[in-house]
């Protein structure tokens, strides 16, 4: 799902292939309005659905990879090193509200079952868009859906753990206690947001506003929330509201501070052994000097590299790119004519990884959960009986 249509990403040895599939009734979500709409060929002529254009932005495609690689590998040996087997890493311009959500589930958490927990927000909280191949598909829930009084304890029911409190908290003060544009407000002004062609497009400003939005800030202003911690806070800036510069530090980005760039051992990081504010602090702003402005996009190809899962890729050679587009065929109930196309990337051999299409959001329902009866559950029709579908970097 993104932004009210399904989307099928299919990836070969050069192409991203996408497919893309709307509502048919009226009362279903609307399409969007981008800044300025892409003109997507179809069978031969051109339609002005806008899919060609936030897949662009989503997959953050006007950042050219080989340059980027280029810098880091200029400016840090260690980079240098280990990048060559990990080229194609990108950073997705995620929806600032999901990536919230979704980090809040990951404290703690493995990827699996971050992906149910975020699957289970879908189905019981959020719109139900439409059915392919028996799957029905729901989008994500806004912070209105999951700020009711009864959410925290359905939560519960559904093994959030104390993860449940942190999202409903989180989802009534945003809802409740904040502006509706609080998180655009937060963006990076120079990176359009997720359906926004245009960076100079910006969220109007509050009249009371007079200091233009900085990474800092925003941050700050996300740690004011339930549940959310710097590394969270990081997360959500750097794959949420578009600041580059915003580096995450977690168990394994620590391990690679203390054994590549001597953290807690003597070092730029000091003798310290425990891991506290300071030098989380530390960590990020001694690779926002070697790495620049998209330093989090180069923390995230060391973090892939120092993965036990990817040891073997390691050893090899690096991934390939992305040049295009294929057709997939799939049968389409509910729903609107589905249209596909081809996305052209400005990389032609770093362009995105193998796994960036796989790791595309695929709500799927659990053989055994059905909808709970709650006043925040979306009120359409659902097709009982069939299945959904979950996402990623």
């Known amino acids: 799902m993104l932004q009210g249509r399904i989307v099928s990403l299919k990836q070969d040895s050069s192409h991203l292939h996408y497919r893309a599939a709307w509502p048919?009734?009226?009362?279903?979500?609307?399409?969007?309005?981008?800044?300025?709409?892409?003109?997507?060929?179809?069978?031969?002529?051109?339609?002005?659905?806008?899919?060609?254009?936030?897949?662009?932005?989503?997959?953050?495609?006007?950042?050219?990879?080989?340059?980027?690689?280029?810098?880091?590998?200029?400016?840090?040996?260690?980079?240098?090193?280990?990048?060559?087997?990990?080229?194609?890493i990108r950073i997705l311009n995620q929806d600032p509200w999901e990536a919230l959500v979704a980090f809040i589930c990951s404290s703690n958490n493995n990827i699996s079952r971050i992906t149910q927990m975020v699957l289970k927000l879908c189905l019981h909280y959020g719109p139900y868009i439409g059915t392919i191949e028996g799957e029905p598909f729901h989008d994500f829930p806004g912070p209105e859906a999951l700020s009711g009084a009864k959410v925290e304890a359905h939560l519960r029911e559904l093994r959030f753990g104390y993860r449940a409190k942190y999202i409903a908290e989180t989802a009534r003060i945003v809802s409740k206690e904040r502006p509706a544009d609080w998180l655009p407000q937060l963006r990076n002004p120079a990176s359009p947001s997720l359906g926004q062609d245009n960076p100079a497009i910006k969220p109007e400003a509050s009249p009371e506003d007079s200091e233009p939005a900085t990474y800092r800030a925003a941050h700050a202003s996300l740690l004011e929330l339930t549940g959310v911690g710097p590394k969270v806070a990081d997360c959500v800036c750097l794959m949420g509201l578009g600041w580059g510069e915003a580096v995450p530090v977690d168990t394994h980005v620590w391990q690679i501070a203390q054994r590549d760039y001597k953290f807690g051992k003597g070092g730029s990081g000091g003798k310290s052994k425990t891991f506290t504010k300071t030098m989380y602090d530390a960590v990020g702003d001694h690779f926002r000097a070697i790495w620049g402005p998209q330093a989090g996009w180069a923390q995230s190809v060391l973090f892939t590299a120092n993965l036990k899962s990817f040891a073997e890729q390691a050893q090899g050679a690096g991934g390939a790119g992305v040049k295009g587009v294929v057709k997939t065929e799939v049968d389409v109930e509910g729903l609107s004519e589905s249209r596909t196309a081809t996305v052209k990337t400005e990389d032609e051999e770093k362009t995105v990884a193998p796994t960036a299409a796989s790791r595309t959001r695929k709500r799927k329902l659990a053989k055994d959960e059905k909808p709970a009866d709650t006043t925040q559950a979306d009120s359409r029709p659902r097709r009982a009986s069939k299945r959904l579908k979950a996402d990623g970097k």
Do not use: C, I
């Open 24 to 88: 048919k009734t009226a009362n279903s979500l609307q399409k969007p309005a981008l800044a300025s709409p892409s003109k997507t060929k179809v069978d031969g002529s051109e339609e002005n659905d806008g899919t060609a254009s936030l897949l662009h932005n989503y997959f953050a495609l006007s950042h050219s990879l080989t340059d980027l690689y280029d810098q880091w590998t200029a400016s840090d040996a260690n980079f240098a090193r280990r990048a060559p087997a990990f080229t194609g």
